[in-house]
Nanobody, 128 residues
């Protein structure tokens, strides 16, 4: 079993930055991927960024490439999302997720169906 707890959301003006954190506990090992997803009201859940815990390979959604950076601290099982140059379109509830490599490889690094464990979400609001 894996538990995920997000923190770091809040309100910021367009062009600003926020850093989200996700603390993972339980049976996380190098064969897991962790990712950030987001969901705005009335929209589908969108894959933002993913990272392989073992090798550190990353993947990003097209809408955040060049602005967001995902990173990990394996020693403490933390995953971070540094968000720069924020836009009002980035406003959403952001979720941390964890999944096993076998599922990610078959379904995709940014497919929500590939991830088994989810945090409770943290709100990010960007004002113009």
């Amino acid at each position: 079993q894996v538990q995920l707890v997000e923190s770091g959301g809040g309100s910021v003006q367009a062009g600003g930055s926020l850093r989200l954190s996700c603390a993972a506990s339980g049976n996380i090992d190098k064969y897991y991927y962790m990712a950030w997803f987001r969901q705005a009201p009335g929209k589908e859940r969108e894959g933002v960024a993913s990272i392989n815990i073992g090798g550190g390979s990353t993947d990003y959604g097209d809408s955040v490439k060049g602005r967001f950076t995902i990173s990990r601290d394996n020693g403490e099982n933390w995953v971070y999302l540094q968000m720069n140059s924020l836009k009002p379109a980035d406003t959403a509830v952001y979720y941390c997720a964890a999944g096993r490599s076998t599922d990610i490889w078959s379904l995709g690094t940014l497919s929500h169906r590939a991830y088994l464990y989810w945090g409770q979400g943290t709100q990010v609001t960007v004002s113009s």
